[in-house]
C-alpha cells in the first residue's frame, strides 16, 4: 500500500489492486492490499474511490467494505457497473493504484446474541464483513435478489452463516417474492434480538416494521447520493424522525431504524 496522508481526521490512501473477479455479467469483486485500512475499518463503513486518473469523473463514488482481513491486510470491494466510475473500476487490472478515503460513516453497532440479517441487491455487501465481525455468534442471513444469478453471495455466506435463507422476485431460486414472504416466517419463531438491514429503500421499511411488529431492534444501512462523502456538502441529507436533517455519510449510513423510518 501507498502512503497514507490525512485529510483532517480522513485517510487519503493509495490500495493496491490484487484480483478483480467477475461475479456475473455486471457485478465484480475486487481485493484490495491495504493492511492499515483492513487493521481499522468496521462493518458499515464505506470508502470514497476515485474513479478516473485526472478530474473526470470529479466525484468519488462510495464503496461499502463487502470484507476485510486483518491478518492478510486485505479489503474486498463487491460492485456493480452501472455508469462511469464504477466501469472505470472494472477495467483496472492487477497492481493498479486506487486513490480512496476513507473508513468513513459510522457502521454497525454490534450487539444481540442471535442476529439475523436481511440483505437485497447490492445492499448485501457490507453484510458479508457484518457477518465476519459477529462471529463466532450463530448468525442467519435472508438474501432476496430479482433472480437467481444476483445471489452469487450464497455461497460466501454459507461459510460463515448458520443458515442461509433465499427469496427471488422471479422464484428462480428459493422461496418467490420478495424478502417480506419469508421474514414473517422467521421472526415468528422468537429466537431474533437483532435484525441488521442493507438495500433498496421501501425493502428495508418494510423489514424494519416487521422488526418492530416482533420487538426486534433493528438497524438500517442507507444508500443516498454522496458528493463528498464527508459531512461538507449535504448532498446525501435524509430527513429523521424527529424532525431534524441527517448526513447519511457521517451521520450514517447505518441508523437505528427508529431514528429514520419507523
Ligand atoms: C454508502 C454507500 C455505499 C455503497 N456501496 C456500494 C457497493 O458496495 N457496491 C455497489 O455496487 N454500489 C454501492 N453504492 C452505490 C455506488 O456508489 C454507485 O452505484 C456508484 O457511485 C455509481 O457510480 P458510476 O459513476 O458508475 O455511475 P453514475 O454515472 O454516477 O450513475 C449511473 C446510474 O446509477 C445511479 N446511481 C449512482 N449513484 C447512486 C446511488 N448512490 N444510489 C442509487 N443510484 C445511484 C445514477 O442515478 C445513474 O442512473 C454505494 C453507495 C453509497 C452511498
Ligand atoms: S456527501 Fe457531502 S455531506 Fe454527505
Redesign the pocket.
Known amino acids: 500500500m501507498g502512503k497514507v496522508k490525512t485529510l483532517g481526521d480522513k485517510r487519503r490512501f493509495s490500495a493496491t489492486l490484487v484480483q478483480q473477479q467477475q461475479m456475473n455479467h455486471d ?1 465484480y469483486r475486487m481485493v484490495l492490499s491495504a493492511p492499515e485500512i483492513a487493521a481499522m475499518i468496521k462493518p458499515g463503513q ?1 470508502l470514497q474511490l476515485k ?1 478516473g486518473r485526472l478530474m473526470d ?1 470529479l ?1 468519488r ?6 470484507d476485510a482481513d486483518d491478518g492478510e491486510g486485505t479489503l474486498q ?13 472494472a477495467g483496472l487490472q492487477q497492481g493498479a493504484e486506487i486513490d480512496i478515503l476513507g473508513p ?2 459510522n457502521g454497525f453497532t454490534l450487539q444481540g446474541e442471535r442476529p439475523l440479517i436481511v440483505g437485497g441487491g ?2 448485501i ?2 453484510l458479508l464483513y457484518l457477518v465476519r465481525a459477529l462471529c463466532p455468534k450463530p448468525v442467519d442471513v435472508l438474501l432476496a435478489g430479482r433472480e437467481a444469478s444476483e445471489l452469487f453471495w450464497i455461497k460466501l455466506f454459507a461459510e460463515r452463516c448458520q443458515a442461509v435463507h433465499v427469496t427471488t422476485d422471479d422464484g428462480s431460486l428459493g422461496t418467490k417474492g420478495n424478502a417480506l414472504a419469508l421474514l414473517p416466517q422467521l421472526l415468528a419463531q422468537g429466537q431474533y434480538d437483532m435484525l441488521y438491514t442493507c438495500g433498496p429503500d421501501p425493502m428495508m421499511e418494510a423489514v424494519a416494521k416487521e422488526a418492530a411488529k416482533h420487538g426486534v431492534p433493528c438497524q438500517v ?6 458528493a463528498c ?1 464527508i459531512g461538507a456538502c449535504l448532498s ?1 441529507s435524509c430527513g429523521a424522525k424527529d424532525g431534524s436533517r441527517k448526513k ?2 457521517t451521520d ?2 447505518v441508523f437505528w431504524a427508529e431514528e429514520v423510518m419507523l
Do not use: D, H, N, Q
Not at 61 to 66: E, G, H, K, L, T
Not at 77 to 89: A, D, F, N
Not at 221 to 226: A, K, N, P, T, W
Open positions: 457485478v464505506f474513479t469523473p466525484l463514488r462510495p464503496i461499502s467494505i463487502a470491494l463487491v460492485y456493480r457497473v452501472v455508469g462511469e466510475g464504477t466501469k472505470y473500476l468513513l460513516g447490492m445492499g455487501a457490507p444501512s442507507l444508500e443516498r447520493y454522496m462523502g446525501c447519511v455519510c450514517g449510513p
